[in-house]
């Protein structure tokens, strides 16, 4: 791990995100925009330990602008630590508490202007405090979670027993309320070292000099006001919540698989595509993987699906291995014939595919999508209706903002009574409402105004650019 030559006349911050596609892109694209958009010479500070391959392969990539230095860390041996069973967040912070010595070689070697940090980067507060080094935390889901995870410091000291167990939603101060079946499994029981985590990481977020959200006021109106308006948020106090969304990847390399994959889509007619990927840690059981085939093929729908090795275990058990999965061929999971049947309107690609160019290409029609919050901008800003599949995190919080709480963009399929998983009949009433129906026209009419929006949020003169602008101007003038 080298020093880094510092650029002569830029200005130099560090970025330090915890591993994982979903927290990695959105800094990424951060950085990115100061190195292009203002000049900056940026470190961005990647920690090796349990990265997968779709980390490495986009960390290392050719594309990456001048003044963009990727840091790579040393692996840490976390061989007696880390156990197959531990759950995600836990496992990240403890990935970084690992990493703690080498970032903290880094940052006294190659001392920055200032420091954006991961939600779950926090232990290093403590690091760039004794260097004198204003720090920002970059909060990578919606402002409706960091909302909540603001709030939930004073849940847990005046609330007994499991949040689960209430008997009426969650009402963060000033903002809206969240339903008790949509909260987040980090918080879904208070007994686990997953909770205790959690409720660490978020509780140092008023230690922040400021607070990033990608995220802007068109999108979250009342969790972005409430949040900075509100006397409970006042009083904490929160730093400067600094709405600067919707930060998305723009571009992507594409292999060749990626071009088969965008050749059949410039066959299809516009909107005509529903495309299914369940983000770059989701995975389905069996069960529901054979329904959801099913489904599509009861839809009679032209599609492209992501399919990917199902998990009856976890959810999310892709989220540490995306891209250097052992890919079985997809006729070993999918029901019998499928592909053949299907090969007329259908695309199934393994494991991965270049998300950014499927909903920008004009044939997609729709996105069946586990509602990260990535995944959900990205569909936003391409203006692409939604059929919401939520498996892990907060994810069934944002698919509720979505279907139900005024975004509407998107649509969630029901689960039958008794029933465990979603039926292939109610999955191919989704995908037909989506792909032809009035209320599908409704969503993309919906979701077009919203990609308006982003586009003019994030234009100089936009809330978003000027946001970037004017801390970009005091990191600049500011001197340490």
């Known amino acids: 791990m080298a020093a880094v030559a510092a650029e002569s006349g830029r200005t130099h911050i560090a970025f330090l995100p915890s591993p994982g596609m979903g927290h990695i892109i959105p800094l990424l694209v ?125 849940m847990d000291r005046e609330i007994e027993g499991e949040y689960v167990d209430l008997p009426e939603p969650v009402q963060v101060p000033g903002c ?75 571009d992507e390399p594409l292999t060749d698989s990626d071009k088969e994959c965008i050749a059949w889509l410039d066959k299809q007619p516009p909107d005509s595509v529903l495309f299914i990927s369940l983000g770059s840690g989701g995975t389905l059981t069996s069960a529901q993987l054979t329904e959801l085939a099913w489904g599509l093929e009861l839809s009679q729908q032209r599609f ?28 070993a999971y999918l029901p019998q014939g499928f592909m053949e049947r299907t090969r007329e309107v259908g695309l199934v690609v393994p494991s991965w595919a270049p998300q950014v160019a499927v909903l920008r290409h004009p044939s997609s029609g729709g996105f069946l999508s586990h509602c990260g919050w990535n995944s959900t901008l990205e569909s936003i800003c391409h203006g692409v209706p939604m059929i919401a599949w939520p498996l892990y995190a907060e994810q069934k919080m944002n698919a509720t903002m979505l279907a139900e709480e005024g975004a509407g963009v998107a649509i969630r399929p029901v689960i039958g009574a008794g029933e465990k998983v979603v039926g292939r009949e109610e999955i191919a009433r989704v995908v037909r409402v989506v792909m032809e129906g009035e209320e599908g026209k409704e969503m993309r009419r919906r979701a077009g105004e919203l990609q308006r929006s982003a586009r003019a949020t994030l234009k100089p003169g936009g809330p978003s650019f000027e946001t970037l602008s004017q801390v970009a101007a005091k990191w600049t003038t500011t001197v340490q």
């Open 30 to 154: 951060m950085a990115k925009r100061l190195v292009v958009h203002h000049g900056f010479h940026v470190s961005f500070i990647s920690i090796t330990t349990e990265a997968s391959a779709a980390q490495t392969q986009l960390l290392r990539s050719p594309d990456l602008p001048s003044g963009l230095h990727v840091v790579e860390l040393p692996p840490a041996d976390m061989s007696d630590i880390l156990h197959d069973d531990m759950t995600i967040v836990h496992r990240l912070c403890l990935i970084v508490r690992e990493n703690l010595p080498f970032i903290s070689s880094f940052l006294r070697q190659n001392p920055p202007r200032a420091l954006v940090l991961d939600i779950f980067c926090t232990d290093a507060f403590q690091i760039a405090k004794d260097l004198s080094i204003p720090t920002y935390s970059f909060f990578t889901a919606s402002t409706a979670l960091l909302a909540f995870s603001l709030y939930l410091p004073t």
């Open 176 to 250: 809206g309320a969240i339903r008790i079946e949509d909260l987040l499994d980090q918080v879904r029981n208070r007994k686990i070292n997953e909770y205790k985590w959690y409720l660490l990481s978020v509780s140092r977020l008023p230690m922040a000099a400021g607070i990033f959200v990608n995220s802007w006021e068109d999108l979250e109106p009342v969790w972005l006001r409430g949040s900075t308006e509100n006397s409970f948020f006042q009083q904490i106090p929160i730093p400067p919540v600094l709405p600067m969304g919707p930060l998305v990847e723009e």
């Open 304 to 331: 492209i699906l992501v399919a990917r090795t199902p998990s009856d275990a976890s959810a999310s058990g892709a989220f540490f291995n995306v891209g250097n999965e052992v890919a079985l061929k997809a006729e």
